[in-house]
Nanobody, 121 residues
């Protein structure tokens, strides 16, 4: 019904940059909030950043000033620009979107497949 496809990620160096993208497609009427969670081995999944359709943004304290989230509403796509990478950013990053579909007016949360980000020292 709705698919989220993530791209980007991979291996980065400390102090370097990586960019993630998340594109939603399918039976979409409107995409509300989009964002990313991340999960490191043995750790709880944590919110990294989220952005509302109107552009309201929240960041985890650990990424403020280093990561920037943005979106293109016309393309139902969100972006996470990660700069100043540190080894503690190593995790699987999962994008999500709260979507109103053409058959369900209650926003439902959909998830991307996850993408590995590894930051070397």
């Amino acid at each position: 019904q709705v698919q989220l496809v993530e791209s980007g990620g991979g291996l980065g160096q400390s102090g370097g940059s990586l960019r993630l993208s998340c594109a939603a497609s399918g039976s979409i009427y409107k995409v509300e909030r989009m964002g990313w969670f991340r999960q490191a081995p043995g750790m709880e999944r944590e919110l990294v950043a989220r952005i509302s359709r109107g552009g309201d943004i929240d960041y985890a304290d650990s990424v403020k000033g280093r990561f920037t989230i943005s979106r293109d509403n016309a393309k139902n796509t969100a972006f996470l620009q990660m700069t100043g990478l540190i080894p503690e950013d190593t995790a699987v990053y999962y994008c999500y979107a709260d979507v109103i579909t053409t058959t369900n007016w209650v926003p439902q949360k959909y998830w991307g497949q996850g993408t590995q980000v590894t930051v070397s020292i």
